[in-house]
């Protein structure tokens, strides 16, 4: 049914750059707004970033400048271009998808970004 994977993360260096997706099936991607999320270990899930059915984009004082979050509705897929990673930016990624009364979350990939 609704099924949101998330893929793309992995080990990087400080400074480094990963492309994260986010691949939707199971409800109307292209109404949906999408958005990313991560969490450290003892820390509470954070807001990274959105973007709306209508292409508009919104990002978190910490990644502006260096995340960028697209979408493809003919793949019904949200990217996340993370570059410039910083050992703050270790997290697990979630991708979620919002309309009017429900809510879709994947499962996370993994970031970690060590030297």
């Known amino acids: 049914q609704v099924q949101l994977v998330e893929s793309g993360g992995g080990l990087v260096q400080p400074g480094g750059s990963l492309r994260l997706s986010c691949a939707a099936s199971?409800?109307?991607?292209?109404?949906?707004?999408m958005s990313w999320y991560r969490q450290a270990p003892g820390k509470e899930r954070e807001l990274v970033a959105t973007?709306?059915?209508?292409?508009?984009?919104n990002y978190a004082d910490f990644v502006k400048g260096r995340f960028t979050i697209s979408r493809d509705n003919a793949k019904n897929t949200v990217y996340l271009q993370m570059n410039s990673l910083k050992p703050e930016d270790a997290a697990v990624y979630y991708c979620?998808?919002?309309?009017?009364?429900?809510?879709?979350w994947g499962q996370g990939t993994q970031v970690t970004v060590s030297s």
């Open positions: 979620n998808a919002r309309a009017w009364r429900v809510g879709y």
């Open positions: 199971g409800f109307t991607f292209n109404t949906y707004m």
């Open positions: 973007i709306t059915s209508t292409g508009s984009t």
